[in-house]
């Protein structure tokens, strides 16, 4: 070991659970070292998010083919304008088993996906944990409650800024502290309208999107670029409101280009000491040595790295006694939106309907105590796009060529709809992922995953055909046209860039890798604070308690540091 | 070149001093609308790279006055120019014309040849075919035809878009130019900003969303 410092805590990642690792570990004094496996970026240089597509030379599509073959959920993520942040799979391949599917997005850049993340921050609510116990009996509970999490719901959504109103519906607790909601477009009061008239409730949407100044970032000025990056830092990503404060602390150290690869273990003490990493610009591997190790490198990576950690106290993976590790993974039931328009709007000027970037209502679950659980269990949330945006609109989707066919398109634009929802996704221990046992490797060489995940049972088909028949009775409650459909399967997992699970908590070490502290239950001084924790997962959208979980280990964490236990 | 864009980077650090006090929203709002009503210029979307090197810079079917054709033959791309301008017409709205779409689908299927020369083997393909149909109807090739004999061909080509149960060969052609003369036209400056009159991707103090009492209550 020699001269190399060794730190109290080694953070893996520095998006949603890394970047809130480091600030809630370095402002409590902690000697933190962060090793993110991407480049550095910089808001100002790296997004373009001004740039209309006929700055771009391939008016943001890229050359034909040049990005590959994508997974479904990929097409709209990787533009000219995001190509350099984004991994293009076929350069970077992951493996899938005989027939299944997972798409796999990847950001490796300081900040990971909260450079482009969707910016939806709804709490889960206390059935969420305890689906279990108080919902069905499927499943198994977490191994926290509601209460336990809600301070952290609070610290995180004070910390990044979250604009909503108070209100919050049942199971779907809303944050006391809010910046204000943003105003509804003139179709998602109709939306709202409609859906009241069923007895159904719309609220606002809880948006990590300043409203108003705050903690010295500027409000949103409603450019609506935000998936291509925020070069104001309106919307919540670490790269701009964590890095900036810790880097040139002496108790904190990033280094980007770091690819972590394995955790190192004390062999004598059962706890780890360190970790490898690969510099990812002169292929070198490194040691560096910490007293605590947070894996925050998202789901699948830091599975990958306990997985790649395995030894011979652990053949099936560091801190897998459990043999859960990488099981049970998860994603929303997720498929294809409902388009349409509304007449009353047809024909009107075109307005700005960019907004905060994201709907500014929304329709959380509502269907509680249903009686339908043969079919399907649990329920679904509801999101909207509506007006003018960016392309030709609902009426390029109709027959036809020429004058009248582009007056109808100019008539229909500012009358837009789409209406799309999440399912609850369940966990099941067949949906996994492993090591390639064929040896596929990454770019640096190290061993890659093979996924054995399938989006395709009766619940998610059940769950499916009970949202769209909901979602076409809400739409024409709301006075819409409609557009012909056809119902798709399931997305597959990873589709909408909402998995977790793989690591999940739970009091019993049998049936789970992490404690209620996210420390894994065979090394506990080795924490897991992304979404690879997750029991279950809920309508709602993760990035939110992916936060709030982070915090609240690494508030336990630097605790147990106080008090001299790790 | 790079100092509109620069200056439009600095506004953006500008908006956020001035923002946080009331006396900086209202020079915002009296200061915005003058700057920002319309879409910048194609000179503005040169200029600042990122980290990998990218940059935004437009396609040279934008920028070259006159466009250099890199992929059609003078008489095929005349025929691309005739097809695109059915599919979008000038009326009394900019087209597919103003647009020069066709110059902009040039540029695309040459570009194809790197990843997905395929692309430009449906193109030779179905303007071949296209005039094949044109001569066994008309017997002439279709840049002869009149214009309401062009009218007619491509509408029986599309006869499967509103009849599922119908069959055209010249459909698959028909759904390839349909799809990439709207692309071009809507990704285009006269598309999106002149004939669609988007009006986003821009700069506002505050966001009132809907105005209309009739569509709250």
Known sequence: MGSQPVYDVIVVGSGAAGGIACHVLATQGLKVLCLEAGRRIESAKDFHTHTFPYG????????????????QGMEWKIKEWTDHLYTIPDEDPYALAPGAKFTWTRMRVLGGRTNCWGRGCDRFGPLDFKAKSLQDGWGEDWPITYDDVAPYYDKVEQFIGVAGDSEGVYNTPAGQHLLPPFNPRCGEWLIKKGAEKLGIKVRPKPLAVLSRPYHGRPACHYCGGCNWGCEVAARYGSVDSVFPHLEGRPNFTLRTNAAVHTVLMDRETGKARGVTYIDSENKQEYEAYGKAIVLAAS??????ILFNSRNREYPNGLANSSGTLGRYLMEHVAFNDIQGFFPQLAGRPSTNDDGPGESCLYIPRYNYGHKDTKKYLRGWRFDFYTGCGMGPGPGAELPGFGSAYKKKIKELYPAAFSIGGYGEGLAFDWNYVEIDPDGLRDRLGIPQVRFHTFAEYPHAFAIR???YAQMEEIMKAAGAEIFPYKKVAPYPLGS??????GARMGDDPKTSVLDKWNRCHDVRNIIVADAACFVTHPEKQITHTIMALAWRACDHLAEEFRRGNV | MSGKLIGRRHALKYFGLLSSSAAGIEFLESWLPRSTALAAPLEEMQGVHDSEGNGPEPSPADTESPYVLRFFKPDEFR???????????TDDKPGAREAKVANYIDFVVYSAAEFEPSLQTQWIDGLHLLNKLSAEKYGSAFSYLTGPQREELLTEMSTPE???QAEHPGYPFYKLLKSMTLEAFFTSKVGLIDFLEYKGLTFLTSFPGCTHPEHQT
């Open chain 1, 56 to 71: 771009w030379t391939y008016r943001g599509n890229g050359k034909p083919g040049e990005y590959g073959k994508l997974p």
């Open chain 1, 299 to 304: 789901m699948v990576e830091s599975i990958r």
């Open chain 1, 465 to 467: 055909d009970e949202m």
């Open chain 1, 496 to 501: 909408v860039t909402h998995e977790a699970g």
């Open chain 2, 79 to 89: 025929t691309v120019e005739v097809l695109t301008e059915m599919i979008i017409p």
């Open chain 2, 162 to 164: 509103h009849d599922p």
